[in-house]
T-cell receptor, first 115, second 114 residues
């Protein structure tokens, strides 16, 4: 079975600083990988996804992520963080199950942005 | 286009009671997924419905059940509520047959069990 590890429970950055959120997955083949963001009181919004092809994936809100097979990682990056980026970020891996790819989520990383 | 809608948004129950949560998927989506988001535990997969059938379920006891209606809306039922059932219950939908499904989530139903 697949699994996802987000080693950082909380990350604090200053507004304008760069950001990298870590994600490691465990799966025997090339998985489908996702990053979602959850603002307080909201559901999850898809930031970006990787299915195949170029290992550097661009998403919404200026986010990008890089798939590194050798490290089983899919880290999320942003060059300059805005205060509105403060939220909970979830990495997910999708592997086939009963004809669908049901995503398994990490426990999330809470991003705190200081002015 | 309306997104995934869930009701109620908040509810409080006591131990032993039963609860029903409702979800309306995006128009045209046939698959509905239910996740439990308990504090500090991330999202735990509960159930997947597609075209009215339960296709898969996560590692939860049988008192968690649900169904999907012909219009693809769905209900999640939890019987004999326990304190640890307190969580945000998220519903998501996706189109049929898209393989690597991208889920669109609702805002959730927050259940508090006292």
């Amino acid at each position: 079975a697949q699994s996802v590890t987000q080693p950082d429970i909380h990350i604090t950055v200053s507004e304008g600083a760069s950001l990298e959120l870590r994600c490691n997955y465990s799966y025997g083949a090339t998985p489908y990988l996702f990053w979602y963001v959850q603002s307080p009181g909201q559901g999850l919004q898809l930031l970006l996804k990787y299915f195949s092809g170029d290992t550097l994936v661009q998403g919404i809100k200026g986010f990008e992520a890089e798939f590194k097979r050798s490290q089983s990682s899919f880290n999320l990056r942003k060059p300059s963080v805005h205060w509105s980026d403060a939220a909970e970020y979830f990495c997910a891996v999708g592997a086939p199950s009963g004809g669908s790819y049901i995503p398994t989520f990490g426990r999330g990383t809470s991003l705190i942005v200081h002015p | 286009e309306a997104g995934v809608t869930q009701s109620p948004t908040h509810l409080i129950k006591t131990r032993g009671q039963q609860v029903t949560l409702r979800c309306s998927p995006i128009s045209g989506h046939t698959s509905v997924y239910w996740y439990q988001q308990a504090l500090g535990l991330g999202l735990q997969f509960l159930l997947w419905y597609d075209e009215g059938e339960e296709r898969n379920r996560g590692n939860f006891p049988p008192r968690f059940s649900g169904r999907q209606f012909p219009n693809y809306s769905s209900e999640l039922n939890v019987n004999a509520l326990e304190l640890e059932d307190s969580a945000l219950y998220l519903c998501a939908s996706s189109p049929k047959g898209s393989g690597a499904n991208v889920l669109t989530f609702g805002a959730g139903s927050r259940l508090t069990v006292l």
